[in-house]
């Protein structure tokens, strides 16, 4: 997978923290408030989302409605994954992350492992 870019991670940051589904003006106004995006060049972003699988679509009258076929957490995750196979020391790395964690990040970690040792079906992404 790719790293999203600058302009697609703003845009599926707005579709992320809508509670409903999004249109492309729905997008183009709140990418707006930060700077100023020609309509047409947020459509192409969106349409380029769509084609990535980043985004689904339904027809909303003369209008597309747009919604997240992914999750943040799942495009961390797969960051975070990514990352990771950079190092031949994975082990390494994942212990150096986990020194950086502050306390509840780090028991949030502990409690998720635990979980999936019990129950290794609750792994997501599998």
Known sequence: ?????ELEAEVMNVVWH????????????ALNERRPLAYTTVMTIVDRLRAKGWLTREKAG???????ARSA???TAALL???LDTTADRTGALVRFAGRLDPAEAAALR????????????REGD
């Not at 997978?1 to 870019?5: A, E, T, Y």
């Not at 409690?111 to 609750?122: G, I, Q, S, Y």
């Open 111 to 122: 409690a998720a492992l635990t979980r999936v040792e019990k129950d290794p079906d609750t």
């Open 81 to 83: 994954e990514q990352a």
């Open 62 to 68: 003369r209008a597309y409605r747009y919604t997240a």
């Open 73 to 75: 957490d799942d495009y």
């Open 1 to 5: 997978m790719r790293p999203l870019g």
């Open 18 to 29: 809508s509670a409903e589904p999004v249109t492309v003006q729905n997008v183009a106004d």
